[in-house]
């Protein structure tokens, strides 16, 4: 069989899969490698600024077959590795050490916070990770990625190209605004926001343009979800030993152009047909 090099969004990888349900994993929370303080609306229906982006984490060096048993062919110990959140009624400290059992997303998004379509949201989140991970790169981006799943995971995709529109609905489960800020931090948080609703506009054009495609790109995207009673839960986006990529079967790298480009190229095909055919009658 032939095997093609498949990778998510520009530099991103498809996860191989390791089963690493029901484990335990505890890490040091350290910092946020790329964030931007946004307002976001909390569980209690509080507004806060808060640092929004993607979180950088070091595992446990201790080895502990009962505490800190995840696969360390994902995760070394001692190594680090990169989280979003999935919990706003929780909270952790910079500096804090938690013990977290993994979980799918699907199951871990099937709470009350949550109460339907927890797996359609997961696959969509799923999506959002090939699309859009990859440029992860930069305070805007991380904080946008960081925003577009939260905005997934409660209130769903919004229809297409009412993104932004959802994002700043202050009568849905979540929503994030910039009222109050100014200057170079209002400036983050505005673009934020709109790259925010493109990522999320994106996984719906691919779900409109291809549901097949979507739920191909769905499959192959491998998320742990950790969770805590006491800490906010985080999805992790799985790995072997930080390989970059895993070959695929050609016929699944034949859906790339579709799945990087939001559907779009998918249209473009279907417009240029439909001039073809005018044209020829």
Known sequence: ??????????????????????????????????????????????????????????RSATVDAVNNNYSTAVIGYGASFKTFCIDLAQGIGFGGTYTYVTDTLDHVLDG????????????????????????????????????????????GLSPAGGAAAALADTSSVFY?????????????????????????????????????????????????AFKSDSAQDQVFLVVNNNTPMVPLPGSIAAVLPVMMLGGKALKTKRRRQQAEDSAVA
């Open 1 to 58: 069989m032939r095997f093609r090099w498949l990778y998510l969004s520009t530099a991103v990888l498809v996860a191989v899969t390791i089963p690493t349900y029901a484990a335990t994993i505890t890490a040091t929370f350290n910092t946020f490698d790329y964030s931007v303080n946004v307002n976001v609306k909390e569980p209690a229906g509080l507004t806060l600024n808060q640092s929004t982006g993607r979180f950088d984490w070091t």
């Open 112 to 155: 009350p916070s949550t109460p339907f379509l927890a797996g359609a949201k997961a696959n969509a989140i799923r999506v959002l990770y090939a699309q859009s991970y990859g440029n992860v790169t930069n305070n805007v981006n991380g904080a946008a990625f960081q925003l577009a799943v939260w905005e997934i995971m409660k209130d």
């Open 176 to 224: 994030a605004n910039t009222t109050g800020m100014s200057g170079a931090a209002l400036a983050d948080a505005s673009s934020a926001l709109a790259q925010a609703a493109s990522y999320i506009s994106n996984v719906r054009n691919l779900l409109n343009a291809n549901p097949s495609a979507y739920a191909m790109v769905a499959s192959l995207v491998n998320l742990d």
